[in-house]
């Protein structure tokens, strides 16, 4: 009777859950974890008089240097991690506050560009009830583009019942220091390794703000309303 009734482990819905559960711990402490790292050094930022910040987090071995709009590899590199953790893993309950924490990464360029088509997606995955996850299996640092490539696999889990659909999957970030805080200045992702290997790929540079937000900040007056050109021709007589 009892073998009749015994279930196996693999097959087990409430273990599946659990199982389930637990995976989403792990992923959101790592998200956690390189959140709270970058918090410290902003922290680090704001307390120290120095002009040079160096701050060695924890769970990393590299410190992490910043000078005004300059900082080193492994700064650069850890925030494409905490960036790609959050593009990457979203289901219902994190959309909007994913959403919301890129835009906060991105620059006001870069929020215009992009992340309207990410919020899209964010949304559909939301309504759908469905779940995407990002494992991370590596980075790289380029200089000749100033890109960090962070790579891993990428699953869709649509229908808890089906295996989620897996594929390769690419994020590349260009991060620039920008008045005491990081700064998304490249975003892209794409299915595949990454095409740092590729010597003639070239990323071209996305100005931090757009060229009209860069002209009210000159301006004396931004809020002023622009002046027309008079386009009436002068040498006629308008008495007539």
């Not at 994020?171 to 200045?185: D, K």
Request: glycine fraction near 2%; charged fraction near 30%; proline fraction near 7%.
């Amino acid at each position: 009777m009892f073998d009749k009734l015994s279930v196996k482990r693999k097959d087990s819905p409430t273990l599946k859950s659990v199982k389930d559960v637990n995976d989403s711990k792990k992923s959101q402490k790592t998200v956690n974890l390189i959140l709270a790292s970058s918090v410290l050094v902003l922290a680090f930022m704001v307390a120290t008089e120095d002009t040079v910040a160096v701050v060695t987090p924890p769970q990393f071995s590299e410190e992490l240097r910043v000078s005004q709009n300059q900082a080193n590899e492994h700064y650069k590199v850890m925030w494409a991690f905490a960036g790609s953790a959050l593009a990457g893993n979203i289901n219902e309950d994190n959309a909007e506050f994913v959403v919301d924490q890129l835009g906060r990464m991105f620059s006001p360029y870069l929020k215009d560009a992009i992340l309207p088509s990410i919020e899209r997606e964010a949304q559909i995955v939301a309504a759908r009830k469905a779940e995407q996850t990002f494992k991370i299996e590596d980075a790289i640092y380029e200089p000749k583009n100033d890109i960090v490539f962070v790579w891993g696999h990428k699953e869709l889990e649509v229908d808890k019942s089906d295996k989620p659909s897996s594929q390769r999957w690419t994020y590349e970030f260009r991060i620039e220091p920008f008045t005491g805080r990081p700064v998304i200045t490249h975003f892209d992702s794409y299915p595949g390794p990454p095409k740092s290997k590729s010597p003639d790929y070239k990323v071209e540079y996305n100005p931090i703000i757009s060229q009209e937000i860069k002209q009210a900040m000159e301006s004396t007056n931004p809020d002023a309303p622009v002046k027309k050109e008079n386009t009436t021709n002068s040498g006629e007589d308008t008495n007539e």
